[in-house]
């Protein structure tokens, strides 16, 4: 990808030496200086996310990279014992040693009535963590696919916001 020495420098500014902060009520932390990264919230923020990834990608008939915002995930379906083409996109992958990956996880979903446990999936020779639940882009999946912790959580939420509102009530805001 061709990028012009100008704009470069400019993300290059963008993305280093931004100072930092916490403040809580009259109290202020520190100032850090941060060089990693994406200021969080900005527009531009998804937009060089993928640019970042713009070279991982991978899509076959059983696989498929999908990448939102800052997520990125590979889905497919492994049928009759064929895992290799998913191991071997996994294990392989060129772009995860080059670009540092922060939470890697797998998740598998069987549906066999005798799921024979697998062997751990590895990348660059490190293995990846199993789990048997995920939250992703703000919905928990799990290995049975069961919908009852998205459910308890929306739950516990709308309790929140409910216990919130009356609060409010209480301090005559709404007439």
Known sequence: MRV???LVSWITNYLT???????????????????T???QGTVLSPFLFT???????????????LKFS???AI???????????????????EWCGLNPLHKTKELVVDFRRRGTPLSPVSINGVDVQFTREYKYLGVYLDSKLDWSRNAEALY????????????????????
């Open 37 to 39: 990264g994406v200021p």
């Open 75 to 93: 889905a497919g379906c492994i049928s009759e014992g064929r895992e290799a083409e998913y191991r071997g996109i996994v294990n392989d992958f």
């Open 156 to 175: 516990k939420k709308g309790q929140s916001r409910l216990y919130l509102l009356r609060r409010l009530r209480s301090f005559n805001i709404c007439s």
């Open 4 to 6: 012009d020495a100008p």
């Open 70 to 72: 800052d997520d990125a």
């Open 17 to 35: 030496g931004r100072p930092q902060y916490v403040r809580l009520q009259n109290c202020v932390s520190d100032m850090v200086m941060s060089n």
């Open 51 to 65: 640019i970042y990834t713009s070279d991982f990608r991978y899509n076959s008939v059983s696989y498929h990279l």
